[in-house]
């Protein structure tokens, strides 16, 4: 079995890519919404300046994709909200199958999010088909709903490493090391 981890292994500069990519576009999501907002609140308050009209339905747009998108950086580098309270009163290896079990818990929701998400965006959806952006009525609302299947494929990526290091963990533990905190 450990040699089915050191094949996992060789895995990690993919998932450090994945994570790398995601963390850059919610950079660029983050500075186009201070842009829109900025643009949008000047031309409320300086007369020469004019609000571009679609400026607020933009910026919640880009809002939800960071909020999806770095839920799922917070996966990867094990930074979400989590309890701990009880953490170190109990064994490491209870730690380790209830954190497997929480991790197999969101993955199990990040498919529910891609298989429900892919459905309300397709082509066959009901949104992609009416739903209009109120200021730039030629723009399908498809791409508010775009979120919830991009969150969940984030969230399959990042938690499938996440089990395989809790089974690793539980199978072949490292000598005397401490859980391993990226």
Known sequence: MPAFFQTLEKLKPVYDWAYKIMLFICKLL????????SVTVAGRYFPFFTAPHWG??????LMVYMAVLSATLAIRKRTHIRMTAFDKYLPQKVLTVMDLLADVAVLV???VLLVEGAKVVSP????????????LPKLSQIWMYMPVPVAGVG?????LEQVFLHIEELIAPKDGAQKEVR
């Open 56 to 61: 607020e339905e933009i910026v919640l747009t």
């Open 30 to 37: 983050l500075i186009a919404d201070i842009i829109i907002t």
């Open 109 to 111: 929701l990040g498919v």
């Open 124 to 135: 066959a959806g009901n949104i992609a088909k009416f739903a209009k952006y109120s200021s």
């Open 155 to 159: 969230m399959i990526i990042f938690e």
